[in-house]
Structures are given as C-alpha cells and as structure tokens.
C-alpha cells in the first residue's frame, strides 16, 4: 500500500519476507474480534484509555482567543501515546509466535513503552538507542533496565534516533524468525505507517466523541507535533474526511533559516529511507543530514510517508515551532494548568498558543499533548539556565 | 560479465581517498574479471561494521556520487575489467534514475547493484537500465522462496548476487551448511550466473563455494578490513590476500579441468 507515491517498500532482499509476514498477520488481525476485544481490554486496563479531553480554561484566558482543549495522552501509564503502539504491537508479535522484541527509541518514551510491552507478556526486549540520546535521557534508560530490557547503545551516525533504527534493521534482518521489530512511529516501510496508524487512531476517534459531547460539535482546529508522526496521524487520521482544519508542528530547532532543526517536511526534500519514500533532510546529493531539536523525540530527518502525502494534497498544514518557541509553550502550560508537557507535545502547545491568540472565543482547538514533560527537566534546567 | 569462476573484489570509493581508490582498482584488477565499487551512504542499513566505517571514511574524505562515476571513467582509461556499481536507492533517486544510470553508463560503469531496491520498487530502474545498456544486479536472499529467486533471475541481467547469510555484509568464520545446500539450489533454478557474497573472507571459503557451483564470489569487509588497517598504504596487502583467493580459484579450475578429462 502506497500513499499516492509516498510509503513502498525499499528494503534490502531479506527483509521482503519478515515485512510479508507481518503484513499477512496484521491484515488477518486487524478484523478478528478476539484480537479487537483483547486489545481493547489492555487499552482500558493496562493502559488507562480513554483518556481525558481537558479543557484548558485557564490557558485559554490567559491567550484570549479560541477554546484550547488538551487530548491528554500524556495521562496514560508510562507518559506518553507511545504505548497505545507498543501494547498493539506486542500483542500481535506474541499471536504471530515472537518470542523477542526489538526496538528503537529516541527520547526513550518508545523504548520504555516497548520495554513495559515486554515485561507485561514476557518477552526478551532489546532497544538500541543513540548513544548521544543515551546521554540525555539517563532516566529512561535506566527504566528500561528496571523494566528487564537491555538497552544498546548505538554509536555510529549522528548517535540518535536514525542510527538506533539503522541497527534495529540489522538486526532483524537475521533475528525475524524469532524476533518482532516494534516500530515506534508511522515510519518505515509497509506495512509499518499504516498498521502504527490505525493503533494510534484511538486518539483521534476519542477526540471525536468526547468534543461531540463537550462542545456538541468538531473542533475548528487539531494540532499535534510532527517528528516521525505517529501522535499527529493518530489525531488527524479519524478527522480527515471532517471539516476540521488539521496542523502539524514541526521541530524548528534554532531556527529553520539554520542547519539545526528537523523540519523534514517544511524544508525537505523526498528521499527513499529507512524503507520509504517520502520528505527527507538530505545534503550532497543524498546523503541524510544531521538534525537537532530540543525534543530526543522529534530528532528525526525523515517522516511518515502520509504526512508527504497529506502535505502535497494540502489535507494537512505543516508549520514548525523553534526549540525557543516550544520551551515557551512547556512553560505557559505548567504555570497556567499546572501540567507540565513534554518538549515534543510543547511544539504543538506553542502553535497553539500563537493560533488562538488570532481567533474568535467561540472557535475550538484541540492540541494533542502526547507525553509528559518529566523526562525532560533536566534539558529544561539547562536550557534556563543559559 | 562474469567468464566463470572468479572473485569479484569490492572496495567503497573514497576509503580513504579517491586517489587510493583508483591505486587499489589498479591493484585488484590484476587477480579479477569484475570489481564491485561502492558508493558510500550515510545509513546503510544492509552493511555489517566494517563497511559501515568505510562509509564514513569515505564521506568524511568528501565523496560524492560523481566521484564514483570520475573513478570509474578514470579507470576505463587503464583497464577493461567490467566494474559495477553498488550503493543504496536514495543516491540515485536524488540525481533522478535517468540521470544517475545514463552517467554511470557514460563513466563506463557496466551495471549497477542497488542493495535496497526490491523487485517490487524496480519497474522504471530496470527499464532505464536496460535503455542505456546497464547491467541490472539483484539481490536473492537466504529466505528467498525459488519461486521469488526465478523472478529475480528474470529481472537481474548480468548476473545474481546471492547473499550468503541472513543478515549484513562482513566477515564471518565458517561458510554455513545451509549456505552451500541454498546456492546448489539456486544453481538449478537461475539462468544467471550467480555470484556468492556477504561474510566471504577467507581462501577455504572461496573453494567451497566454488565446489558447490558459484560462479563468482564477492569479497568485500575484508578487503574492506585492510583498508581500514592500512590506509592509503593497502595495495601490498590487499594484492597478498587477491592472490590467496586467486590460488583458490585457480585449484578450483584445475580441478574442474582433470574432471571433464574424465
């Protein structure tokens, strides 16, 4: 399955048949009501679904313009969406005959929601993770280890997100007969962006219902934070054929007029990697360029391939919010609510913010807030303190 | 392209310099009927360590796309031996497919081996390869079902690249059962020759492959290795350890001889 020419399947040979596999599974999965009703039992139990629509009220004065609601999937167990994936996930791996999981992870939030996926069935889990994102984000690795998986450090390429899926490719390539590759994003190729997708759908169809009963109509607006894009999808993807205006926010790192930022679809250019075609930070010809964002979790050159596409048929909106930007929205977030966001869901909190300021009282946004910010006060403190 | 069996060696243009890269074709071309030069990538998810610092070295030492072709033409000017292309999809997808294989062909390049381009994703690649008289090069893996490696065989001109192992390049210790039961199998069913390569490092190696009917063996990390070892000072080396596979190749044909004397 493509979207329109984005997405494929740019694989080396053997990985034709692990993605074939997976593919069979999934499809035979996704209608079976056994499977339906089991996932949907670990989404209210274990993962504390559905979550709240807040209404930010005290936000919402302080901007002045439109109603700001919060998808708060930062309440769910472990912090972050990330989990609405891996529980799905793992589940599938464990009906396919997986006996280990394998993961790559940025900030860490993929790589503990694995990890928890893994301790919950008893899989052997394994997450390769950056060495540099190994640095940064100490406490999630030390989670991971808490939670039984062994985290390795990956130290080629730029030490971050790219190069921890480049090793969990090699090794899956040897390891599929016995070993599930958990994807962490709409990234990849087929049938990864689809299948991720529809596990995180949950959050987009509840945003549906719950704003239908609080505000008895759609929003006017949904935005979310773009890196690989799974929160984003999962928010946009129910909303699509709705007249609802739909915003992606970028990593706009120091400033998209630099080198240092992650805005692959504001200033990308398409590519084929990690086994998708679609916008991509690329220099010399091809060569995938370094990034930077504050947020581990947006560090990433490439992006789901429906985001290409819901970027060229202008379905969807793509602007980008600085490190600077998001650090503002992480604050007006905690002081106003009293809820502090992750760096990465601060970007779309930032966006927001600027977006309300300019509409009327009775419009109504929704911004996704995907994680938590606790994994992040360190890199706050720092940023502060400068 | 393949006069049946040899090895086929393989280096990454620009490890560590263009200059050395032109020196070691030169070098290699003494022992081979064919060389395998790759483009470095910046994620190539297909390579093992040893290629994978290769990349770097040679990206670091600035290595762009048209300096393979430059190499290539350079070469061409000192030697017939076919040398093919390898690398990674996205290079050629930035340039545009046309534009990237029309001048690998100009260069003198006698075909191209894409490691992540699938069957699947090759219709507009193989029908401008065979435009401008490129030999196409697919890969069959370990898990390639024969009904699949027939496809392959089809859509491969040239020849079949056959990876030995499940999973990336570099050296291993032992060429596995397993490994010389997949190629007999291959054997019956590819019209191609085919040639055998991914943890192919030592002399007794190449003789077991060529026993169970390789046409050609590609020998890349640990060529690759004494690069790393030995820099721009390689050639010595990687001559020493051309001529150890060239002993093999050579009993090999002995061997074959006294057998049809039969």
Known sequence: MKFDEFGGTFVPEAMMVPLQELSDAYRSLKDDDDFQSALGRLLNEYVGRPSLLYYAKNLTERVGGAKIYLKREDLLHGGAHKINNTIAQVLLAKKMGKRRIIAETGAGQHGVATAMAGALFGMETKVYMGSLDVERQRSNVFRMQLLGAEVHPVDTGN???????????????????????????????????EMVRDFQSVIGKETREQMLKAEGRLPDYAIACVGGGSNAMGMFHPFLKDDVKLVGVEAGGRGTDTKDHCASLNLGEKGVFHGMLT???????????????????????????EHSCLKDSKRVEYVTAT???????????????????????????????????????????????????????????????? | MIRSPTIIPFVMCGDPDLDSTLGFLMALDKYADVIELGIPFSDPIADGKAIQKASVRALE??????????????FRERSDTPVVLMTYY??????????????????????????????EESQEYREICKEVGLKAVFLV?????????????????????LVAHLGTTGERDIVPKATLNLLKEVKTVCKRPVAVGFGISTPDHVAQLLDSKADAVVVGSALVSIIEKHGRDAIPYLEERMLSFKKAVDK?????GRGSQR
């Not at chain 1, 090794?171 to 990234?187: A, E, L, M, Q």
């Not at chain 1, 010809?285 to 930077?292: L, S």
């Not at chain 1, 009775?362 to 994680?371: A, E, F, P, R, T």
């Open chain 1, 159 to 193: 030490r971050t997100l790219k190069d921890s899926i480049n090793e969990a490719f090699r090794d899956w390539i040897s390891s599929y007969p016995d070993t599930h590759y958990v994807v962490g994003s709409v990234v990849g190729p087929h049938p990864y962006p």
């Open chain 2, 61 to 74: 030492s600035g290595t762009r796309v048209e300096d393979a072709f430059d190499i290539v033409s350079r």
């Open chain 2, 141 to 161: 893996a370990p898990n390639t079902d024969l009904e699949r490696v027939r496809s392959i065989d089809d859509a491969s001109t040239g020849f079949v690249y």
């Open chain 1, 323 to 386: 490190d600077a930007e998001a650090l503002e929205g992480f604050m007006a977030l905690s002081r106003t609510e009293g809820i502090i966001p992750a760096l990465e869901s601060s970007h779309a909190v930032s966006h927001a913010i600027k977006l309300a300021e300019g509409l009327d009282s009775d419009d109504v946004i929704v911004v996704n807030l995907s994680g938590r910010g606790d994994k992040d006060l360190e890199i706050v403190m720092e940023a502060m303190q400068r």
């Open chain 2, 90 to 119: 996205n290079l050629i997808y930035r340039m545009g497919p046309r534009k990237f294989l029309t001048k690998a062909r100009d260069a003198g390049a006698s075909g191209t081996i894409i490691v992540d381009l699938p069957l």
């Open chain 2, 252 to 256: 090999n044909n002995r061997e074959k």
């Open chain 1, 279 to 305: 916008y991509v930070l690329q220099e010399n010809g091809g060569q995938i360029a370094g990034t930077h964002s504050i947020s581990a979790g947006l560090d990433y050159p490439g992006v789901g391939p």
